[in-house]
């Protein structure tokens, strides 16, 4: 089993910057990929971005290309989420999200965490 919990989430005005931590327990994340996912109001949840287990391959949606850099630290077992040009159609709670092995980009990963709220006011 794997344990994620996510922090850094927020406030932010339209432009600012914000880096989500999603720092896991239970089990070395060294065997996992790790993605994000977010879930906007009223909407469903979609990705945002993943990387494998070192870190070698990262994946983005199209609409956080340029602006959102996904990074890992193994021996801290925890995967980041920086943001930066954030924008109000960004604003959504963040799931971090690990299974073994490949990244995907649907939601078909069997450990979640409880989600963090990034607010972009305009």
């Known amino acids: 089993q794997v344990q994620l919990v996510e922090s850094g989430g927020g406030l932010v005005q339209d432009g600012g910057s914000l880096r989500l931590s999603c720092a896991a327990s239970?089990?070395?994340?060294?065997?996992?990929?790790m993605a994000w996912f977010r879930q906007p109001p009223g909407k469903e949840r979609v990705f945002v971005s993943a990387?494998?287990?070192?870190?070698?391959?990262?994946r983005y949606a199209d609409s956080v290309k340029g602006r959102i850099t996904i990074s890992r630290d193994n021996a801290k077992n925890t995967v980041y989420l920086q943001m930066a040009n954030l924008k109000p159609e960004d604003t959504a709670v963040y799931y971090c999200?690990?299974?073994?092995?490949?990244?995907?980009?649907?939601?078909?990963?069997?450990?979640w965490g409880q989600g963090t709220q990034v607010t972009v006011s305009s």
């Open positions: 990387i494998t287990w070192n870190g070698g391959i990262t």
């Open positions: 999200a690990a299974r073994a092995f490949i990244i995907v980009e649907s939601g078909d990963y069997p450990y």
């Open positions: 239970g089990r070395t994340l060294r065997q996992y990929a």
